[in-house]
């Protein structure tokens, strides 16, 4: 419930504070004294978007503070969604600056406007005339069904596997765009890698052929090469070998002199070793060097397919064609195996269907059980407010669309006079009708819901003493259940509250600014006598209030 509301800067208000009381309140003042101010103030904290001009002094940021009392409401998992410290006692804040920036806060933490939106519709409804609009739209209907029906739960659940379902629906629709361009480009992305496969690419070939046709390309060179190696160390006389031996001898003869030479003979016997392999590598080199035509073909062919690939496929190594050819493979089996994958996603589809059509049906059942019931409670409501010959028709039919509340569609009709059809809601009611009937389907929402607050703001407008005497009472019984605050005009609803605040102009030399007071016993029956015969009082209205507030 609200608590406390504090206002300062705002319009016509300099600064304002105001404590609210459990049960029924009554706020009264004169046309133009700014009882629309304080509302239009605390719709600001509920998360209504700010207005730069309503600032009293443009010197001077504006602040809007609400305290609700959420003992009895259970919206600790609210606060915990969006990470908000829960209190009991909690402190909307709204400050409005001169630059136009404006913040919100929730127990001092910052939050935007969406949040104080969401917590906003679970602390208080705010009805004026003008909100009997509300009536003619489906959406709310619904609500006022699926509050009876205690559908609350489903519809969430609903909602949620709705989500999932159209999540679902999504991904294998996409698979399924997926899969028919696949199929365009199979038979082409099937030749290319077909192409790939039957090349038998290896990651280092090209850089190997090229070295190895270098190599054929200077045969004739390299194995002159090898014949003058080798006859530099075969030669008579003077070759290589011929004069290592004699070298070697000599060195032999100094190792019989002294065992002090006798490692560079070791030395010299392994460089005569390393240098005759060496030499019968030579040989051997020389022997296996051939010119083979058709192996240079066979290589150049070779090497030539790998150009040709990659000059198709705009690339330069056989990396990159290696890559390209495991990227079309997935192609390849992405259309191959799409089947199998549609046919799991639509599996999966199915059995999300099956639930959410489970869950609505049971809404749907939900609301066709309580609707007799329904149309009872408003009747009767309505007889009470004066509308005896009321009477309602709703109808559920079911569609074949998944809506976001469940898969039904309404009709909620209403014949205001006997003998007349039934026709919308809006086609046949007039503003105070509409009024009325606006009440009972709140009163009947109190008994289900656990709003904390309702404010109605003047919606007697128009309804005689009678009437209204009975619209009280309504209040009346509501407030039992919900903190009820009525802004009014009528003295015989002013008297029902159990408090009673008035809303008043102050004027000075500098300036007129608006405050609220709560009344006494003493300035209530006077508060009263002023609506019943105006600022001059008479007995006869004192008396009149005493006999109201009796």
């Known amino acids: 419930m609200l608590q406390q509301l504090s206002i300062k800067n705002f319009a016509l208000i300099d600064d304002l504070k105001v404590n609210f009381n459990e049960g029924f309140s009554i706020i009264t003042g004169e046309t133009g004294a700014g009882k629309s101010i304080i509302l239009g103030a605390l719709s600001l904290i509920l998360g209504k978007r700010a207005d730069l001009s309503l600032l009293k002094s443009s010197e001077s940021k504006c602040i809007i503070e609400g305290e609700f009392g959420l003992q009895e409401y259970q919206l600790e998992s609210f606060f915990e969604d969006y990470d908000l410290e829960y209190d009991t006692n909690t402190i909307i804040r709204r400050e409005i600056y001169p630059s136009g920036k404006s913040r919100a806060f929730i127990n001092d933490t910052p939050v935007t406007l969406n949040i104080l939106n969401d917590l906003s519709v679970k602390l208080i409804d705010i009805h004026s005339q003008h909100e009997t609009l509300q009536l003619a739209d489906t959406n709310f209907q619904f609500q006022i069904i699926d509050a009876l029906a205690e559908n609350i739960e489903f519809i969430d659940r609903y909602k949620k596997t709705l989500k999932h379902y159209n999540q679902l629906n999504s991904e294998f629709n996409e698979l399924l765009r997926q899969q028919q361009e696949a199929k365009l480009q199979y038979d082409y992305n099937l030749f290319l890698l077909t192409e790939l496969n039957e090349a038998d690419l290896k990651v280092a070939e090209q850089e190997e052929l090229e070295n190895t046709l270098d190599k054929l390309n200077n045969i004739e060179a390299i194995k002159q090469h090898f014949i003058e190696a080798i006859s530099l160390a075969d030669q008579d006389e003077i070759g290589i070998k011929m004069l290592l031996n004699k070298f070697k001898q000599n060195l032999l003869k100094l190792a019989s002199f002294s065992e002090d030479y006798g490692e560079l003979l070791d030395r010299i016997t392994s460089l005569d070793i390393e240098f005759n392999d ?273």
């Open 278 to 550: 060496i030499v019968d590598d030579l040989k051997r080199g020389n022997e296996s060097v051939s010119r083979s035509p058709q192996e240079i073909d066979n290589y150049n062919e070779r090497l030539q397919l790998i150009y040709n690939l990659q000059k198709k496929h705009s690339v330069t190594t056989n990396e990159e064609l290696l890559d390209i050819q495991a990227r079309l493979s997935v192609k390849v089996d992405t259309v191959e195996n799409a089947t199998e994958i549609l046919d799991a996603k639509k599996e999966e589809l199915d059995k999300v269907e099956i639930k959410l059509n489970e869950l609505a049906d049971s809404i749907h059942n939900n609301r066709e059980k309580i609707l007799p019931d329904l149309v009872k409670k408003l009747e009767n409501s309505l007889d009470r407010l004066s509308m005896p010959n009321t009477k309602f028709k709703i109808e559920i039919s079911k569609s074949e669309d998944y809506l976001s509340n469940g898969k039904d569609h309404l009709r909620f009709l209403v014949s205001a006079n006997k003998g007349s059809s039934f026709e919308p809601l809006k086609k046949v009611a007039s503003g105070g009708e509409m009024s009325r009937i606006m009440l009972a389907v709140k009163a009947l929402l109190s008994e289900y819901s656990r709003l904390a607050t309702i404010i109605f703001d003047e919606i007697d407008t128009g309804v005689s003493g009678e009437v209204s005497n009975k619209i009280a009472t309504v209040m009346s019984e509501m407030s039992k259940n919900m903190q009820v605050i009525a802004i009014t005009h009528l003295p015989q609803i002013a008297a029902k509250g159990t408090y009673h605040y008035k809303v008043y102009k102050k004027d000075s030399q500098e300036q007129t600014v608006t405050n609220i007071k709560e009344l006494n016993a003493e300035e209530r029956i006077h508060e009263l006598a002023e609506m019943l015969s105006g600022k001059k009082l008479v007995t006869s209205a004192i008396e009149h209030a005493k006999q109201l507030l009796s």
